[in-house]
Each structure stands twice: as structure tokens, then as C-alpha cells.
């Protein structure tokens, strides 16, 4: 009876993981910058050094040279030299909505690299995210901002989502073919409106995510805007309408405003957005 009672226990967990529900057990913390007190505003953080790095290592596909950059020790120290400036902030300090956008985004694909770094060579992020036990990336690779510790999904779910910004969900990247192109650029204060804006129209631009079937009336979307959906809004109809700007040509953002088309969602693609990838990647 003892191990029938552990065997549907088992079952059970693995159930709600399958569910959706968050069962997981995180595994020890792993923390990055430094635990200081946060001094400096948002919006005087200087991201120079990260847009350094970006420009050196990262195409215009956002495909990322991680072999060339994980044998720099020089510039996996000048990564963490600048995550480490990124723990001076104080998150508190009032601050334009601007500067939270570029600070919270650097920091998400800051700290998404030195993690992909810091287990290189790998095939997936998704190697890295463990459900029931041990190291999950995204909850256990943690940066001090201000003296407090803040995870990846902490970044995106309790920070960026927070804003009512959709479009930063074409900014953020979890170092994988699917996701949005990681932005060979660093996220300003000055520039970020139309950094989002370019990345929005890029993201729909390319096959893997988003495909207009005119003869079947059907949008095939990324997987993002199903996982995001209310993100873009109450219902499909103002989802729609919220995506029709981006998209790429006339007829598919007509369909788009007057709700005249159907969804499926496309399979999303795990594998590392490394450049040694592009020939494999869906485009």
C-alpha cells in the first residue's frame, strides 16, 4: 500500500506539470552581479559594454557566435562586468517607463547569455529548465538588482508584463530558434520605442513565426502569441487588431482588423539560436 500511495503521488505531480500547473522544486540558486545597494537610476545605466558585445557576437538574424564567445575569457568577463554594473541600479528610483523597458530587457538577455554561456556546449535552453527537480534556468539563475535577487521569470512576469508593453515579447530571448531575433543592438532609454517597433515587424516577417493562408482564411502564429494571448488583448478580435500593424503586407492586416481569419500556432523550434544552427532553422 506504502509504495501504490508513492506511485500515485508520482502520477499525480507529473499530471498537474502537464496540466500547466507550477509543481516544480527549484533547485540551489545561482546568482550573478553583485548583492549591493543600488544607487543609480534606471535610466543611467550605461549599456555601451553590452552593445559592444552584441555587435561582435550576434548577426543581424539574431543568431549568436556562442563557440567564439564562450573561448573569449575577455569578453565573458566583460559580460559579467556588466551585469555586475547592472546590480547598482536601483529598481525603486522613479524613472520613465523607457528606462524600465531598456534596463529589464538588457537584463533578461544579459542574463539568458551568461547563462547559455555558463553551460556551453549545449543543444537547448530547455536542457537547463528541470520541472520536478534541480536547475531550472529560468527560475535558479538569479541577478542582483538593487541588493535583491530577481530570476528570469521574475524579469518577465512580475516586471516587463507588468508594463502592458506587448511588444516585449519580441525583445526578450530564451536562446532559441523560435524565439524573437536577439537584437544585435543594446535597448535604450532614447531608442527602445523604435527598437520595439522594428523587432515587432521583424518577428512577423519570418515564417517561423507567422504565415497567412488566404485560400483557408488562417493566421499560422507563433507559439508566443498563444502562451501571451491576453497579452494582446481581451479575445481574439482585439488581438488581432493589436498584431495588424505588424504584420507584412495589405492583405493579411486587413484580414487582421476585420477578424476574418482563423488560428493555429506553429511548432516552436527549442533548438539554440546559435549560428551554427541557421542551415537548420525553419525561415
Known sequence: MKYFKILIGVIVTVSLVGAGHDVAQAGDPIY?????????PLDQIDHAPWDALLRKYVDK???VNYTAWHASDADRQSLSRYLNALSQADPR???SKDAKLAFWINAYNAVTVHGILR????TSIRNHTARLFG?????DLQIYVGGKPYSLENIEHQHLRKMGEPRIHFAIVCASIGCPRLL???YTTSDVQDQLEANAKDFFSRRQNFRYDPQARTFHLSAILNWFDADFGAGKPAQLKTIAKWLPNDAARTAALTNAVGISYLDYNWNLNDQKSRRTARR
Do not use: L
Open 61 to 63: 538574424d539574431g543568431y
Open 93 to 95: 528610483a522613479r524613472t
Open 32 to 40: 550573478v552581479g553583485k548583492r549591493v545597494a543600488g544607487r543609480t
Open 135 to 139: 536547475y531550472n534556468i529560468w527560475k
Open 184 to 186: 544585435n543592438q543594446a
Open 119 to 122: 553551460e556551453f556546449p549545449t
